[in-house]
């Protein structure tokens, strides 16, 4: 089997790449950007550059994407032809190549709105049952790739995977008000509670979606980090997190004191990653009380593949006229910081 693996040169695509290749399998990586993990460099846009890489390949792992970032950047026109038409000429090309596995890597922020519940209400239970209501141009891109998808696997046979990971990117939160209270590192360990999964997680959900598409068919799965929370907690977790957190993991609050964190103090959301876990055997090894573990040992609680990848620089948002492009007032923001879930209401963010 000779695995395509798009978007190369990215996180998720470098991950792949160097696992794939550290088990001796016959692996092929195209990206627009050069790097030591792209065979091929070109655009998923030209048809006739798709044709040519997937000639001898028997499987398709599809992570080639603009991200929530890039709508800062990019307009939508270049969404649609990277997101969409870049999509559709993989679908087709693999079709004619005899492609027998598809791996879409699509994302938490497909479900957009739907992740914001009103004032009062519970954080949202996210499964995969939760209907998707896209509020930017990069949610309604990555549904239409879905959708796309799930045509050809209907209508064409294709066996498809589509997995919608939560956040895995290094680089810092692209709210403002996030970033003025807390660290990175920080955040991050937050985000392992509810809406954050490790690289080396993504990787291993990846390989076992190629490894089982043809018997699945068409599927999809929320891939996150396991969260610790069950619906009984949602009501308490829109009002105090802490509380709930210091209930299960009674060491928290001494690790984060002694590093001088905080836990957010409300969240408005919880992946849950059940089916992926009892369909795909998928078996995450980092959740928070893995963040918990590495912080009494003085350990980076992140895998060593995702510390290898590192960073790539995604872009923030621009700032126009004191508000963000994406609609967050930069100075509400900067003036109420203390309740992570509410600022991110207003806010782009990644999932």
């Not at 693999?94 to 739907?114: I, R, Y």
């Not at 046979?157 to 997995?163: A, E, F, N």
């Not at 980092?286 to 609680?301: N, P, S």
């Given at each position: 089997m000779t695995v395509l693996v798009t978007g190369s040169s990215g996180h998720l695509g470098e991950a792949l790449m160097r696992t794939l290749r550290a088990g001796r399998k016959l692996v092929r990586g195209i990206d627009i950007k050069p790097s030591d993990f792209t065979d091929h460099v070109g655009s998923i846009v030209d048809r006739e550059f798709v044709r040519a890489a997937l000639h001898g390949a028997s499987a398709v792992i599809h992570a080639a994407t603009l991200h929530k970032p890039h709508v800062g950047t990019h307009n939508n026109r270049d969404f649609v032809d990277?997101?969409?038409?870049?999509?559709?000429?993989?679908?087709?090309?693999?079709?004619?190549?005899?492609?027998?596995?598809?791996?879409?890597?699509?994302?938490?922020?497909?479900?957009?709105?739907?992740l914001t519940p009103a004032p009062g209400e519970p954080a949202a239970w996210?499964?995969?049952?939760?209907?998707?209501?896209?509020?930017?141009?990069?949610?309604?891109?990555?549904?239409a790739a879905e959708n796309l998808c799930e045509l050809f696997a209907r209508q064409r046979?294709?066996?498809?995977?589509?997995?919608r990971t939560s956040r895995f990117f290094p680089e810092a939160d692209?709210?403002?008000?996030?970033?003025?209270?807390?660290?990175?590192?920080?955040?991050?360990?937050?985000?392992?509670l509810h809406r954050r999964v490790d690289l080396e997680d993504v990787v291993s959900a990846h390989l076992l979606a190629l490894a089982q598409a043809r018997t699945l068919g068409f599927r999809r799965y929320i891939v996150s980090a396991t969260t610790p929370f069950s619906r009984d907690d949602l009501a308490e977790l829109r009002r105090d997190v802490p509380a709930v957190v210091h209930r299960l993991f009674p060491d928290c609050q001494a690790l984060f004191?002694?590093?001088?964190?905080?836990?957010?103090p409300c969240i408005d959301r919880v992946y849950v990653n059940d089916l992926a876990r009892s369909e795909l055997g998928w078996r995450p090894l980092?959740?928070?009380?893995?963040?918990?573990?590495?912080?009494?040992?003085?350990?980076?609680?992140r895998s060593t593949l995702a510390r290898e990848v590192g960073s790539k620089g995604l872009p923030r948002p621009a700032v126009r006229g004191g508000a963000?492009?994406?609609?967050?007032?930069?100075?509400?923001?900067?003036?109420?910081?203390?309740?992570?879930?509410?600022?991110?209401?207003?806010?782009?963010?990644?999932?």
């Open positions: 990277i997101n969409v038409t870049g999509t559709l000429n993989l679908l087709e090309e693999a079709v004619a190549a005899g492609v027998d596995a598809f791996v879409f890597t699509s994302t938490t922020s497909a479900f957009g709105a739907a996210v499964t995969e049952d939760v209907a998707p209501v896209p509020k930017n141009i990069y949610g309604v891109t990555k549904m046979r294709l066996p498809v995977v589509i997995l692209d709210d403002p008000a996030v970033r003025a209270r807390y660290t990175t590192p920080n955040a991050q360990a937050n985000e392992m004191e002694a590093r001088g964190w905080t836990l957010f980092y959740d928070f009380r893995h963040v918990l573990d590495g912080l009494r040992a003085g350990k980076d609680f963000l492009s994406g609609g967050t007032d930069l100075t509400r923001a900067r003036r109420n910081p203390t309740c992570a879930c509410a600022a991110r209401g207003r806010s782009r963010h990644r999932d």
